[in-house]
């Protein structure tokens, strides 16, 4: 059965599951009821970050345009543009053993596409969850469910896998920022 986190609450991954290779990130959201006449297109993307907490070049920040990353160890499912039905709306596999000795952190995030100019913030999301998947029989891990305390955010750092000891864990971290991907980009070391 999954661990089911809170937020601020970390836990091991890899010391609790032994021989654990190869995991699927599960991002998944609902929009609630909106009535202002655009759809809304939620993006997860993922940030390989150094021991200073930022990316060492464009390659190491995952999306729709660059799906793959730390030398194919990282590889994101692809943009879902509406969000639409049950399960993962976005997922990111990633092969542990693979990740660069430089990576220390990976970063999920979920923004909204064009926040500013639709109107759109995640007090207008619901059910947003991350999940972790052992990608070799499929039984979760580890869930993380946001709950709904965002309001004016269009920008969530959902959570991190980060090395410790030479094991990985993860951080629930569920920060909203205001200003979107570019914030967040920015944030990461990278130009906007």
């Known amino acids: 059965m999954a661990i ?6 970390k836990v091991d991954l890899t010391k609790g599951n032994p021989g654990l290779k190869h995991i ?13 006449g655009h759809s809304f297109d939620l993006d997860s993307s993922v940030f390989l970050l150094t021991g200073a907490g930022t990316c060492e070049s464009e390659k190491d920040f995952i999306f729709y345009n660059n799906l793959e990353g730390g030398n194919g160890s ?3 499912s692809g943009d879902n543009l509406t969000g ?4 993962d709306d976005e997922q990111v596999k990633i092969m542990l053993a ?8 990976i970063a999920f995030t979920i923004t909204i596409h064009d926040a500013e100019t639709r109107n759109q913030n995640f007090g207008q999301v619901s059910n947003s969850y991350v999940r972790i998947v052992n990608a070799d029989n499929n ?6 469910d946001l709950g709904e305390d965002f309001s004016i955010e269009t920008a969530i750092v959902v959570g991190e896998l980060y ?8 951080n629930a971290i569920g920060s909203g920022y205001q200003g979107g991907l570019a914030s967040l980009v920015k944030d990461y070391g990278l130009q906007v």
């Open 4 to 9: 089911s986190l809170s937020k601020g609450q």
């Open 24 to 36: 699927t990130v599960g991002l998944g959201w609902d929009t609630n009821k909106y009535d202002g």
């Open 98 to 105: 693979d990740v660069p000795a430089s990576i220390e952190k």
């Open 139 to 144: 039984e979760e891990l580890i869930r993380y």
């Open 84 to 87: 639409e039905g049950d399960g």
């Open 74 to 76: 990282v590889v994101h």
């Open 163 to 170: 090395r410790h000891n030479g094991e990985w864990k993860f």
